[in-house]
């Protein structure tokens, strides 16, 4: 959605002022989601060597499957190969 420029941080006001999950394979936004200490948006962040569709589609839909309820109340989900976690928003050391 928008501009395939658009700085990481207007994505993310983007998204959480529509309601939105982030999916990326970008580690950029799990780092300004904690040091943002906001509640919203949820990111998905996928963690694997070929970023491919066809290569993380089955890891995305188990993650949208297994972590919906997290995902729908605010968290940062990581997926890889080997494990998917979640952690709630905010984040807080």
């Known amino acids: 959605v928008g501009s395939a420029g658009a700085k990481d941080s207007e ?19 799990g780092a300004l989601l904690a040091a943002s200490g906001a509640d919203r948006p949820s990111v998905l962040q996928i963690r694997a060597l070929d970023p491919m569709p066809s290569e993380i589609a089955p890891l995305v ?12 109340t605010g968290a940062l989900v990581s997926v890889d190969a080997k494990r ?3 952690r709630i928003l905010p984040l807080v050391r």
């Open 11 to 29: 994505i993310m006001e983007w998204a959480r002022q529509n309601s939105c999950v982030v999916l990326t394979h970008d580690l950029d936004f």
């Open 61 to 72: 839909l188990d993650a949208l499957r297994q972590f919906e309820p997290e995902l729908t």
């Open 84 to 86: 998917s976690r979640a």
